[in-house]
């Protein structure tokens, strides 16, 4: 006869024990979201991903895209960025061509990026995180791992519980939903985030992993692109099952340190872990034309706004780059990248978009360009940017003077209360 499991309800949080139970109703509430597992309350390595983030913040701000597939992305001859699932389920995915994806699903809401408003939810959601545990590895502005071991004392309650209550804060306060994986490793919780999206909360436990990744492909692996693995087919290796056949030594000589870090994976095995201090290694913006273009002018406006999205964004993670890249790519989609080194490390959009407006000047002619982006990279804290003037430009401290006190006025206003006369082009 089973023995009772740990089991919590996700609607009401209460904790309870429990016959497993395809039609288990929590005792408390009656709801049916509850969860049951041998492991739900020792396990403590959580991955946390946020569901189609920034579609769900465009719905939270528009109740009108509420149940419309929502595209946010570029022009007709942009790329996808992130689509609601109403459109996924019609075959939209990230980085689709946006013809391609309006082919798909004709009737979609096509939405610009609004990387502010993301920033600020992220930011609340991040808030939540830090309140469960101190160690909080971000990977993006809408997913992080979460070590919770040893918060039970301070919390009241097991990680488990506190994940659930996350994920109902999140979506109480802040108007966005989340999928919980959680296991006892990094690798298994990212793993377990997908199983259950949207608003999911998968648990992959110690004693049954050897049978969850039976049979299972390798490109479950976080990582694992395209190219690597064309190259591990052409070994052989498509599932888990076939990396346990390999000797540790051969998959090492074959894939070198990928092959000893595939060894562990195919038994549940990974030892990194949660860090909170995983950096940052660059910000970026581009855009997609709708037409192939030449003129200064036009491409001067994007590049300021380009560079004013990767300042902002820099201003928020209070980050500044000592690099600035400029990224273009022609009509025949052959790629252009100039690169210029700062003397000293910057986050203001003026001292980013002069930069690039400079690199774009030596390869202007060689245009026409259908796409154009702007990166900052070299990252360091902010606290150590822009100290020092430029001799060789006297107007450049008096700028960037201006730009602090029109972001001071942008933060109490909004975001349209001052702009740029060069970013209308």
């Known amino acids: 006869m089973p023995q009772p499991q740990p089991?919590?309800?996700?609607?009401?949080?209460?904790?309870?024990?429990?016959?497993?139970?395809?039609?288990?109703?929590?005792?408390?509430?009656?709801?049916?979201?509850?969860?049951?597992?041998?492991?739900?309350?020792?396990?403590?390595?959580?991955?946390?991903?946020?569901?189609?983030?920034?579609?769900?913040?465009?719905?939270r701000d528009n109740p009108a895209l509420q149940d419309k597939p929502v595209i946010i992305g570029g022009g007709k001859r942009g790329v996808v960025s992130t689509a609601c699932?109403?459109?996924?389920?019609?075959?939209?995915?990230?980085?689709?061509?946006?013809?391609?994806?309006?082919?798909?699903?004709?009737?979609a809401v096509v939405v610009k990026p609004r990387m502010g408003a993301y920033v600020e939810a992220?930011?609340?959601?991040?808030?939540?995180?830090?309140?469960?545990?101190?160690?909080?590895?971000?990977?993006?502005?809408?997913?992080?791992?979460?070590?919770?071991?040893?918060?039970?004392?301070l919390h009241g309650h097991p990680p488990a519980v506190m994940l659930a209550r996350l994920v109902k804060r999140m979506k109480d306060e802040v108007g966005v939903t989340g999928s919980i994986g959680l296991s006892h490793?990094?690798?298994?919780?990212?793993?377990?985030?997908?199983?259950?999206?949207?608003?999911?909360?998968?648990?992959?436990?110690?004693?049954?992993?050897?049978?969850?990744?039976r049979g299972k492909p390798v490109r479950m692996i976080w990582g694992v692109g395209p190219a690597f693995q064309a190259s591990l087919e052409k070994a052989g290796l498509r599932t888990f099952d076939d990396i346990l056949r390999w000797d540790r030594r051969e998959l090492h000589e074959r894939f070198g340190g990928m092959g000893d870090r595939l060894w562990h994976l195919a038994r549940g095995e990974d030892y990194r872990r949660v860090?909170?201090?995983?950096?940052?290694?660059?910000?970026?913006?581009?855009?997609?034309?709708?037409?192939?273009?030449?003129?200064?002018?036009?491409?001067?406006?994007?590049?300021?706004?380009?560079a004013e999205q990767v300042s902002d964004r820099a201003k928020a993670r209070d980050l500044a780059g000592r690099v600035v890249t400029l990224k273009l790519k022609r009509a025949n989609f052959t790629a252009l990248s100039r690169r210029l080194s700062l003397r000293?490390?910057?986050q203001m959009a003026d001292k980013i978009y002069h930069t690039a407006r400079g690199l774009f000047d030596q390869v202007s002619d060689q245009g026409p360009f259908r796409l154009i982006g702007v990166g900052l990279s070299d990252l360091i804290p902010a606290q150590a940017a822009d100290l020092t003037g430029d001799l060789l430009d006297p107007q450049a401290e008096q700028r960037s003077r201006a730009e602090?006190?029109?972001?001071?006025?942008?933060?109490k206003f909004g975001k349209d209360a001052i702009v740029k006369g060069r970013s209308l082009r």
């Open 275 to 306: 860090s909170t201090n995983a950096p940052v290694k660059s910000i970026s913006n581009e855009t997609t034309f709708f037409e192939d273009t030449s003129d200064p002018d036009l491409l001067d406006g994007y590049i300021w706004r380009l």
């Open 185 to 213: 490793n990094k690798f298994l919780a990212k793993v377990a985030s997908d199983l259950d999206k949207p608003r999911g909360f998968a648990i992959i436990g110690k004693a049954e992993t050897p049978d969850f990744l």
């Open 7 to 59: 089991a919590i309800c996700r609607s009401c949080l209460a904790e309870f024990h429990a016959e497993p139970s395809a039609m288990l109703r929590c005792p408390e509430c009656g709801n049916p979201r509850v969860l049951v597992h041998d492991e739900l309350f020792d396990l403590s390595i959580a991955h946390m991903d946020c569901d189609a983030f920034y579609a769900s913040v465009e719905k």
């Open 404 to 411: 602090r006190a029109t972001d001071s006025i942008r933060e």
């Open 122 to 153: 992220s930011r609340a959601v991040r808030k939540m995180m830090d309140e469960l545990t101190p160690k909080v590895e971000p990977l993006s502005l809408d997913e992080a791992f979460m070590d919770l071991t040893g918060t039970q004392k």
């Open 85 to 107: 699932y109403v459109a996924r389920i019609k075959g939209v995915r990230s980085a689709m061509p946006m013809f391609q994806a309006l082919k798909l699903c004709p009737d």
């Open 344 to 346: 000293d490390a910057t």
